[in-house]
């Protein structure tokens, strides 16, 4: 277990954002957090912890010390009469470990392919695409406590998911920066079917007259649609849809709707209605607005992206702060900002 001091962080956020961490540490086991955790110094600092940085915005150099998640491995760890279990760990890459699944031949994360990042981040955030979320096929997972070295197991509820969310974010009440993710497993249905309702899977289906899809089809249909629409951060910096997609009761909706008619919007189960961001932006007229080296992509106003490779976290903010501003003063509505902010 090293500790490196002055560490560039622009290989380590999707967005690109160069910033420093004073300290930095890979954590590859988690006896590496036991050994931080003897030195009382490293014991008592500040912690962050760092997976494939897709979904966090530098704001400045990073005075906490960062704990780079690199702890890997992939496997089968159990079966029940429904499901196959399956483990990875924390550091694996999100997207190789659904291809991973499906090569053997336990579909069911298809949905989910192509989400920048890594297995330690999915749950965080609660990933979702195309119909699915991470909450439907999650098993638990196990943490380890950063003050006290404690590994422990959460399940589902335990996680308290929610739309884009999880008690790993939520501080003081919550987990954010108290436990670093460990592994996390995965219960995959033995009788798999495909989820379509989504109204691009559908689309899809109808154009290429394949009404029964397997898992590889709809994993090809999900990496189609996501090169079609969102920037790949390997070549665009980003880090996915930067504001959740607000929720409203139907009274607030029937009021906006009828100044709005063309608005966006999905029925949730419980009758409240979401609405899509990226319709609200686009129609405030901000698709490719820019702040410095930061701009609204074309293709998906709900993403903002790094232009030009020199920007900063202040020109992430301030093209942010504008977009909510303006979503408040057209709709009546505000819309929050889904990456964590450091
Ligand atoms: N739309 C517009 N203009 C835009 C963008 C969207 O009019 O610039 C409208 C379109 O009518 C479109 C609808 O909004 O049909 C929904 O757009 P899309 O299917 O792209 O989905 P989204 O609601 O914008 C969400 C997730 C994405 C996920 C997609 C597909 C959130 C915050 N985002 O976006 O997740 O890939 O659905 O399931 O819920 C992410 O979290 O980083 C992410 C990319």
Redesign the pocket.
Known sequence: MIVQHHVPLLAFNTFRIAATADALVHIADESDIHALLADPKWAAADKLVLGGGSNIVLTGNVKLLVLKVDIMGKKRVNETAKAFVVEAGAGENWHDFVIWTLAQNMPGLENLAMIPGTVGASPVQN?????VELQDRFDSLDAIDLQTGHVFTLNAAECAFAY?DSIFKHAPTGLKDKAMILRVRFALPKSWTPSLG???LEKKMAEQNCPQPDAQQVLRWVCDL?RA??PDPSVVGNV??F???PTVTPQQFTNIIAHHPKM?YYRLTNGDIKL????L??ACGL?GKTVGQVGVYEK???VLVNQGGAATGAEVMTLAKTIQHRVHERFGIRIEI?PVVI
């Open positions: 990933i979702g695409a195309y119909g884009r989504y109204a691009d996501r629409k969102l996915g849809s504001f959740k997609n966006v899509a961001a990226g319709w932006i686009e698709r998906q106003a709900l889904e």
